[in-house]
């Protein structure tokens, strides 16, 4: 059986490895951190449950919602009922777009990250393992861990970590200086390059009491003008995300003031973000009785890299890449294009033949 490494074990990369260890595979995933599913995760903290990344997965794609609903489907799955509506740099809220609410917004009672454990079964994931070296000895892709140990040798191997990630591990020890890539690995690498992604500081609000209803379950900032990019009433997605008697509002931050306040101290955040979500809802708040902040470097992406030619320089290498980085930071997105890369991987191998 051919052996394929993937390096991220986010929505891409999960995806990538049903497709191919179906095909015949064998399939090894290493992620860095401690869980599957990248920016769709969940936090859990005196009673809360939190998506402190992606805030659920749009629905009205065939393909991310066949895998959602039918092979990969979980019993706490449901649909968030109340629509978006959006909010400008004068903090006017409105309806939303009716075309976008009428999709489902799928997510899950227990949190977003049980799609990616629920992907997980049946995979070789190896967690708390970060590739920060990899090379290619003549047809083979060997990795190694920090402490410069062989992690392994593969056949083909396939990247869904950020581009800017991505760019790194393929420069491995060389050095930002003394590294020209010519040649295809010169066109992989000048298309990584174009990538580039926002920072975003998600700030987590949990209240002692009942919230005010509204009629939508989040706010989103359409003209780029506001502090505040999304604003989510998180107990709206069901009763068992916050203890009794309390709600839970999200705030992700604007790329501006993420990085004005990068390296803040939480208190002096959480401060700053409830006086600001306060007078965007026009409600007095009380001082919370949980909060939680998450910072991510590498969150959403502002401009794209061409996966196409990408793909297409480096996968007669035994190489190929795949994620948010290619087609844009939504969950469905990055099912289907860890699915489409997947595929190709395929159709090389069989042309090949």
């Known amino acids: 059986m051919l052996s394929i490494a993937i390096v991220g074990a986010g929505c891409s990369g999960l995806a990538a490895a049903h497709v191919l260890q179906d095909a015949g595979y064998t399939v090894t995933l290493f992620e860095q951190s401690d869980d599957v599913g990248g920016r769709a995760t969940t936090g859990k903290q005196n009673g809360f449950i939190y998506d402190y990344g992606a805030q659920y997965i749009k629905g009205g ?8 609903t039918e092979r990969f489907r979980v019993g706490d799955l449901i649909d968030i009922g109340k629509p978006v509506w959006i909010f400008d740099s004068q903090r006017c809220i409105q309806e939303g777009d009716p075309v976008q609410n009428a999709d489902p917004k799928w997510t899950y ?3 977003l990250v049980m799609l990616a454990k629920r992907m997980a079964e049946g995979l070789d994931v ?3 393992t970060c590739v920060s070296l990899i090379e290619q000895v003549h047809s083979i892709w060997r990795l190694y861990d920090i402490s410069g140990q062989v992690l ?3 056949e083909h191997l396939l990247i869904t970590i950020p581009a800017n990630q991505a760019i790194e591990l393929l420069r491995g020890d060389k050095g930002a200086m003394n590294w020209t890539p010519t040649g295809w690995m010169g066109v992989v690498s000048a298309n990584l390059g174009k990538a580039r992604y926002n920072p975003l500081l998600s700030v987590m609000l949990g209240y002692g009491m009942v919230l005010r ?6 706010l989103v900032n359409t003209d780029k003008g ?6 989510a009433w998180e ?9 009794q008697g309390a709600g839970l509002l999200i705030a992700q931050m604007a790329p501006q003031y993420t990085l ?3 390296d803040a101290p939480n208190n002096d955040i959480v401060e700053d973000v409830g006086r600001l979500t306060a007078e965007l809802i026009d409600e007095d708040l009380p001082v919370p009785v949980f909060t939680d902040i998450r910072r991510w470097r590498y969150a959403l992406p502002a401009e794209k890299a061409d996966g196409v030619e990408v793909n297409a320089a480096s996968l007669p290498h035994g190489l190929a890449f795949c994620g948010d980085g290619y087609i844009g930071g939504r969950v469905h997105l990055a099912l289907e294009d860890g699915i489409r890369v997947a595929h190709q991987i395929i159709q090389g191998r069989t042309e090949e033949k």
């Open 61 to 68: 794609s065939l393909v991310s919602e066949k895998l959602i």
């Open 109 to 111: 009672r227990s949190g």
């Open 235 to 243: 107990h709206e997605k069901a009763a068992e995300r916050v203890p």
């Open 213 to 218: 209803s509204r009629p939508y379950y989040a």
């Open 226 to 231: 506001h502090p505040i990019s999304w604003l």
């Open 152 to 154: 392994g040798d593969f």
């Open 126 to 128: 190896r967690l708390n």
């Open 260 to 262: 004005d306040h990068w």
